[in-house]
């Protein structure tokens, strides 16, 4: 009868010990999880067709957040001209020469043009508006893919910063579309983007 007890005793320890361990490793799953999103990983959701068609409405993403500077051709997410975050793509980076358009209407950058065919939305012009920017050292040209959809760095122009954005502005680079499932991409560097100099 002691000895039933004492058994007894010793599997309620346990089913106690097992329920602490597993409530501590939940809530360490947890805290890693959240300094993962708040310093490594974050997702985010499209709200509009300015990126179509690499992203369209309700797509999401997972954005790198250590993915380091920005390269002209990568998809990032910043906080944009009205501090709400914002995803478009890198055209330019700091001491670039952007223009709009050479006589084949296709954007140049120091001089080459882009081959935009890969990730511009079907039938958009590369740019409705002519331009002609260099960019500041610690800034960015940025615009949608979907450029007649697209309030980018065109559309600021007339403002204060010029349309352009700090460096430090952006929360991260976009690595994957993964909403919705059938949709799934691995997001890479265009090869256009790999010519200029």
């Known amino acids: 009868m002691a000895d039933t007890k004492k058994a007894e005793g010793v599997q309620q320890k346990k089913k106690k010990g097992g329920f602490r361990e597993t409530l501590l490793l939940l809530a360490l799953g947890v805290a890693i999880a959240l300094v ?4 490594a990983v974050g997702s ?5 067709e300015s990126m179509q068609n690499t992203l369209e409405i309700n797509d999401r993403v997972f954005v790198n957040k250590l993915a380091g ?3 002209r051709g990568d998809i990032v997410v910043f906080k944009g001209w ?8 890198v055209i330019g980076v700091g001491g670039d020469k952007v223009v709009c358009c050479d006589s084949k209407r296709r954007i140049t950058v120091n001089g080459t ?5 890969s990730y511009l939305y079907p039938g958009d012009y590369p740019s409705g508006e002519e331009f002609k920017v260099t960019v500041p050292p ?3 040209w940025l615009m949608g893919d979907h450029r007649s959809a697209s309030a980018d760095s065109r559309s600021h122009m ?11 502005a952006v929360v991260g680079k976009a690595v994957m579309r993964y909403w919705p499932l059938g949709r799934g991409l691995i997001f890479t560097r265009p090869d256009t983007f790999d010519k200029v100099k």
């Open 36 to 39: 993962l999103q708040q310093f």
């Open 44 to 48: 985010f959701y499209i709200p509009s």
């Open 69 to 71: 500077k920005p390269e």
């Open 82 to 89: 009205n501090g709400d975050d914002t995803i478009k793509r």
């Open 113 to 117: 043009p882009l081959d935009e065919s």
């Open 138 to 140: 610690g800034k960015l």
């Open 158 to 168: 007339a403002e204060p910063g010029k349309g352009f954005i700090s460096e430090d």
